[in-house]
């Protein structure tokens, strides 16, 4: 299983980015699928996360502001980022729990490679 993220880049405070992730391989289903983010110096922050509901969930810090959507068909997940704040700025990963296809009772957690989001005040 492979994640590939895309997408992200550098934007002045206020603006917007995306970002975007694809899972390739094969696999039973993926349960839930997530953007984390680290900014230097700082810990794994978890932005949002979407299980197989579709129903999205974000850390307090990004109400509001971030738009997270997946295509469970695609097996893709996306961030939108608006009103995008210095504190933003971070490397975006992101993360998936895939269930194997000759163990699909035990999920395992697979990340992409970062991808850098800069905002400039």
């Known amino acids: 299983v492979q994640l590939q993220a895309s997408g992200g880049g550098f934007v002045q405070a206020g603006g917007s980015l995306s970002v975007s992730c694809v899972a390739s391989?094969?696999?039973?289903?993926?349960?839930?699928m997530a953007w984390h983010r680290q900014a230097p110096g700082k810990q794994l922050e978890l932005v949002a996360s979407?299980?197989?509901?579709?129903?999205?969930v974000y850390a307090d810090s990004v109400k509001g502001r971030f738009t997270i959507s997946r295509d469970r068909a695609k097996n893709t997940v996306s961030l939108q980022m608006d009103s995008l704040k210095p504190e933003d700025t971070a490397v975006y990963y992101c993360?998936?729990?895939?269930?194997?296809?000759?163990?699909?009772?035990?999920?395992?957690?697979?990340w992409g490679q970062g991808t850098q989001v800069t905002v400039s005040s």
């Open positions: 979407v299980g197989r509901d579709l129903v999205p």
């Open positions: 993360n998936a729990e895939v269930r194997p296809m000759d163990a699909p009772l035990n999920p395992y957690n697979f």
């Open positions: 391989g094969t696999f039973y289903s993926i349960n839930r």
